[in-house]
């Protein structure tokens, strides 16, 4: 699906199933607790850190309830994620075209 398609099949499930959004402010708070189960599962799977017993290790569905809050946000506040993202790139070119590729600690062969 497109972004834009994820944008319009959130909303459509927060109007039938949601009641209605969280306010901003609750979504925030929920984004970071979404990012730090990601952070979690990071540290433990990439990390030093370990599993404990029966520990939810879904990275996919973690990273999908980031991007589902990141949505929610970005719906309530009128934000369209592929403009912003077309925008995003842009800067990003025109910033950083030249810095990673001369980058020395940046080994291309990993």
């Excluded at 319009?8 to 990012?35: C, H, M, P, S």
């Excluded at 949505?71 to 990673?100: P, Y």
Aim: proline share 0%.
């Amino acid at each position: 699906m497109t972004i834009k398609e994820a944008q319009q099949r959130v909303d459509a499930w927060i109007k039938e199933y949601g009641v209605r959004y969280f306010n901003e402010l609750t979504n925030t708070a929920i984004l970071a607790e979404e990012v730090g189960e990601v952070a979690r599962i990071m540290a433990r799977k990439y990390g030093e850190q370990s599993f404990k017993e029966n520990e939810k290790n879904d990275l996919g569905d973690e990273l999908a309830d980031v991007l589902w809050v990141l949505i929610c946000i970005a719906n309530q506040t009128g934000v369209d994620l592929s403009a912003a993202l077309e925008k995003n790139f842009d800067k990003k070119t025109k910033r950083d075209n030249k810095r990673h590729i001369n980058n020395s600690k940046l080994d291309r062969d990993e």
